[in-house]
Nanobody, 126 residues
Framework: QVQLVESGGGLVQAGGSLRLSCGAS????????MGWFRQAPGKEREFVAG????????YYTDSVKGRFTISRDNGKNTVYLQMNKMKPDDTAIYYC???????????????????WGQGTQVTVSS
């Protein structure tokens, strides 16, 4: 069992930046592909970014490419999401998730992820 706890959300003006963190319990963090998802009111949960176990590969949804960066520190059991040039459309609850399947590829499907954090609210004002 893995427990994930997000932090770093808040209110930011359009064009600004935020850095989300997700800390994980347990000693197997480095064995999980990690992902960030978001869910806006009235919308389905959508994939934002993912990172492989070693951190060597990343993948982003098109709308955040060039603005968001996912990274991880396996020594600290933490995954990060650096968000720059933020837009009002980025407003959502952001969740980190862990995929315990021994897979190489990053899945964009929420159903592929086994453990979820409680979420952190991000609001971008125009």
């Amino acid at each position: 069992q893995v427990q994930l706890v997000e932090s770093g959300g808040g209110l930011v003006q359009a064009g600004g930046s935020l850095r989300l963190s997700c800390g994980a319990s347990g000693r197997t963090f480095s064995s999980y592909v990690m992902g960030w998802f978001r869910q806006a009111p009235g919308k389905e949960r959508e994939f934002v970014a993912g990172i492989t176990r070693s951190g060597g590969s990343t993948y982003y949804t098109d709308s955040v490419k060039g603005r968001f960066t996912i990274s991880r520190d396996n020594g600290k059991n933490t995954v990060y999401l650096q968000m720059n040039k933020m837009k009002p459309d980025d407003t959502a609850i952001y969740y980190c998730a862990a995929d315990k399947r021994f897979a190489v590829a990053i899945s964009t499907r929420p159903s592929s992820y086994d453990y979820w954090g409680q979420g952190t609210q991000v609001t971008v004002s125009s």
